[in-house]
């Protein structure tokens, strides 16, 4: 038998024992260092073992600590990655039904570049021979999967919310007819969400159960950042009130926080207002801004570091607990990194022309696009090529990735910037900054829960008991 290649060792308070974190089943356990060898060894003979070695042996297999000799972890890793990749029961489709925005923020992808190559299109929304097109494609993907995923992005999707709610009651209908699964959720910047009464009730019935909404701070720091477009005026408490309206309506609100250097000092400060307005219990994450397009350079200077990122999402995450927000009560823990829709066979992005695209990064960017709805089957070999470089690329074509212990709960972080921001380098998750302070504060939270005789709750995807011989 062998240890894992990805096993990673700390020690904890007490000198007798060690905590071990395996990145590949994000199991963790605490050991005695009595047969600790048994992870320093490129491998040994189980047979020979004392019978509480093997006890101890046995105990570290379940957690995938230890292996068998034959057992190839690494390619156990690249069939996973690729058999979620090549997956076609699910069909994910993004889409925009338009591409035009009541905000001018001031680091949005979408914005013009150097020469001012906009992404606005030929279509100002959505007409309705592409919408006719989506639900024929949709129709004929629905006779072979099993569910339909849709995110609704933009632009503003809002501001062509009739486009919304007439494509999602065909969408539903075709998911009934064929008995499918069916899942909706929106990518808003929110501030339409109170502009019409009947608003929740349409959401609703067009079954989008979960928004992503951005405040990068506290009024002063969000409006200095995220403007309306028309006249620079302030969107912040319009926002806020449309948060309130989705949580009263029972609906799932993500809240984004988009932080570079310019608002990272402040943008903490926002946790005062949510808890001011019973917004506790909605999920809370940072947003890490970044150059990645060339609508979006003018920014660079001001992008933080990865290093900078870290230290600011581990207090946040701190003071979550502290504070009691529901997302801060279950530590921030990894978790098995899946393929990017983006590399994935069934998923497409689309924009108010029809043009389809493997990420939402590109779209409305016309040498990017992959085809085009109207007539997919007759598009270009360009446009093949560039679907099939974003299908095949892998983290493990990089020397640094395969020799990385971080890789499965990486897995070469985002491709797109790895083919074209990076010019073919991967950018590293937060995970290889922070791992251990991550793992290390789920293992003593465990602790204390054990301590005060409660059962403790799941660890990665497999809960092991601790392992104390």
Known sequence: MKPSIYNFIWPTDDPEKIMVFNSLTTSLVEVGRTHEELLNVPRFEYDTLPKATKQFADGLKQGGFILEDETDELKILKFAYNSRKYDRRWLGFTIAPTLRCNFACTYCFEQAGENQDKRDGQHAFMPENVQQELLKFIEREAKTVKGIAITWFGGEPLLGKNIIFDLSEKIIATTEENKLGYTARMVTNGYLLTGDPEIAQKLKNSRITAFQITLDGPPDVHNSRRMRKADKGPTFDK????????????????????????????????????????????????????????????????????????????????????????????????????????????????????????????????????????????????????????????????TDCMACKVLPICMGNCAYRAMFANKDRPDCAEWKYSLEHYVRARFNREKEIRAAGEKPGDIGDRQKSHIDQ
């Open 239 to 398: 926002i806020l009130e449309g948060i309130k309206l989705l949580k009263a309506n029972e609906m799932r609100v993500g809240l984004r926080i988009n932080v570079d250097r310019s608002n990272m000092d402040n943008a903490l400060k926002l946790l005062d207002i949510l808890e001011a307005n019973n917004l506790k219990d909605i999920s809370i994450q940072l947003g890490h801004v970044a150059a990645d397009t060339t609508g979006c350079k003018s920014i660079e200077n001001s992008c933080a570091t990865n290093e900078e990122f870290t230290i600011l999402n581990q207090t946040l995450q701190e003071t979550l607990r502290q504070r009691g927000f529901k997302t801060g009560q279950t530590p921030y823990y990894p978790r098995i990194a899946n393929s990017c829709l983006a590399n994935q066979m069934n998923a497409f992005v689309v924009d108010p022309d029809g043009d389809m695209y493997k990420c939402w990064s590109e779209i409305g960017d016309k040498p990017a696009r992959i085809g085009n709805i109207v007539d997919f089957k007759q598009r270009g070999k360009n446009e093949r090529i560039h679907e099939i470089r974003w299908l095949t690329w892998e983290p493990f074509e990089y």
